[in-house]
């Protein structure tokens, strides 16, 4: 019997916008697409299983929030404490993924976690499948996160595993 592919959907949230955007996204797969397994944690949750992640994991989402001076989300520190002292690529050999950066244009750091991470995924071996997203706060975040939605959406649907 053929496993199923296994989709991780991973947020850092520090105020819930990115736990509410993967929340949607992770709602929609779970009921629609019935031949993949997916997942859904906090990026510190998923850490403990980051060596391990070319096994366990078809494909990674991410969504991450940038907090104070471009700083991780708390409930995304440990990942990306975890991921730029890595220094032995492939971790992510091949595995595909795609990020989505919220954060507010009034700030220094735009998105500065979001692109932090889509770059250093891509450099420890990910096979990017949609350019990073940034969605602004001080905008409108429906304005870009919901056409993302969408886009990972039928990517995910239309993906070979």
Not at 62 to 82: K, M, Q, Y
Not at 86 to 103: E, M
Not at 112 to 135: N, V
């Amino acid at each position: 019997m053929d496993t199923k592919p296994t989709v991780y959907i991973l947020y850092g949230s520090q105020t819930g916008n990115a736990e509410e955007i993967s929340s949607i996204l992770f709602n929609r797969c779970s009921e629609e697409l019935k031949t993949i397994d997916v997942k859904y944690s906090t990026l510190n949750q998923f850490q403990n299983n980051i060596n391990e992640v070319e096994r366990i994991a078809n494909m990674i989402i991410i969504v991450c929030s940038t907090t104070g001076n471009g700083d991780a989300p708390d409930n995304a520190c440990l990942f990306w404490r975890t991921i730029k002292k890595r220094s032995n690529p492939p971790l992510f050999k091949d595995v595909p993924f795609c990020v989505l950066g919220l954060g507010d244009t009034n700030y220094d750091k735009f998105c500065h976690m979001g692109k932090s991470i889509d770059t250093r995924i891509s450099s420890l071996g990910g096979s990017r499948i949609l350019p990073l997203a940034c969605a602004d706060d001080a905008t409108d975040l429906e304005e870009t996160t919901d056409s993302w939605i969408e886009d990972v959406f039928t990517t995910i649907s239309n993906y070979h595993f």
